[in-house]
Each structure stands twice: as C-alpha cells, then as structure tokens.
C-alpha cells in the first residue's frame, strides 16, 4: 500500500514527458502567460521578496501539495525573458514535519532520477545547519535543500529545478561583449 503511494506520489510530482525540460509541464524559456495557461491555479507573485539577481518570479502556486506535504511553488523568469528555474517550497514550521517533508521527496527524488550527483552538509553552527542534495537529470539540474534552525525549533525544505546551461546572455546582434 506504500509503495503505491509513493509511486502516485512520484508520478504527481515527476511525471513521465517525453524529452521535455523543466518541471513537470513546462520547459525553459516559456513565457510567464505560457506557465500560467498550463496551471490554472497560477497567479501573480506579488512577494516582495519576488527577485533573485537577474531573476523574477512573476507567478505562483500559493499550495502544491507533495507526498502530503505543502508547497508553494514559485516560477523565475529571466528580467524580459523566460522561465529559468522552478522552485518549491515549505512554510518555515515544525523540525519533525521538515524532516519528513524532506525524507519523502528524497525518496521520490531518488526513485525518479537515481541516486544523487552530489550532497552537501554545512558546518552546524549555533543557528542552522544545511544540507544541499543534487540529481541531474537531461538538461535541468534538481536541487534539494533542507535548512534546520534548532534554536527556533524550525526548518523548511526547497526543492529546485533549473537548466543545467544557462541560456545566453547580451546582444543577440553578433556584437562581442
């Protein structure tokens, strides 16, 4: 009973498509009213915290359930150009369910795409600890990040999907920079 749940779970989340890159039914460089029309429960970020360098996010999915787990997903788009990464994330709460949230999309992570490419734990310090955990997959690289803060009895976990080369920057014109 599990296992079947685990794998409806993974297919919700990772769908099989067939040489498509991105998050589920997107692919890199589609526009923000694209996104939008393939998730009807899209709408606009109005964050203030919405920008991340070059990037923007523009749209969001306010809830995404995962694995029994909440998300919020946001969508970055390049500043006049196309989507560029997929992120989703947990409310900052409780430790027990960040660990859980974090057991299960690993699981879900690994089932899908093999193990992982690379892990990385922080140095625990008084205030957090981090672990960072990467797949690759075609061309999107997957990112798994649980951030843990003991002394506010608090964490969240994100999960990250981006193309493993970035689309060009500068004039299009042949001009060198």
């Known amino acids: 009973m599990r296992a079947s749940i685990l794998f409806a779970a993974c297919l919700f989340l990772f769908p099989v ?3 498509q890159a991105g998050w589920q ?8 009213a694209e996104v939008r029309a393939k998730y009807p ?3 606009a970020n109005t964050d203030r915290d919405n920008t991340d360098g070059e990037l923007i996010s523009t749209v969001t999915i306010p809830q ?8 919020r997903v946001n969508f970055w788009f390049q500043r006049g150009g196309g989507l560029a990464k997929v992120a ?3 409310p900052e709460g409780d430790r027990k369910a960040a660990k859980a949230c974090y057991k299960s999309v690993r699981d879900l992570l690994t089932q899908k795409y093999g193990q992982p490419t690379g892990e990385k734990t922080s140095r625990p310090t008084r205030y957090t600890q981090q672990l960072d955990i990467a797949w690759k997959a075609d061309d999107t690289a997957i990112g ?6 003991p002394r506010a009895k608090k964490a969240f976990v994100s999960i990250s999907y981006a193309p493993l080369a970035a689309p060009p920057a500068g004039p299009r014109d042949g001009r060198k920079l």
Request: hydrophobic residues 50%; contains cysteine; negative net charge.
């Open 144 to 149: 798994l990040h649980v951030a843990d803060v």
């Open 17 to 19: 498509a067939a040489a």
């Open 25 to 32: 039914e997107t692919s890199w460089g589609m526009s923000a």
């Open 64 to 71: 995404y359930d995962v694995a029994g787990c909440a998300y």
């Open 88 to 90: 989703l994330y947990t």
């Open 41 to 43: 429960d899209a709408v």
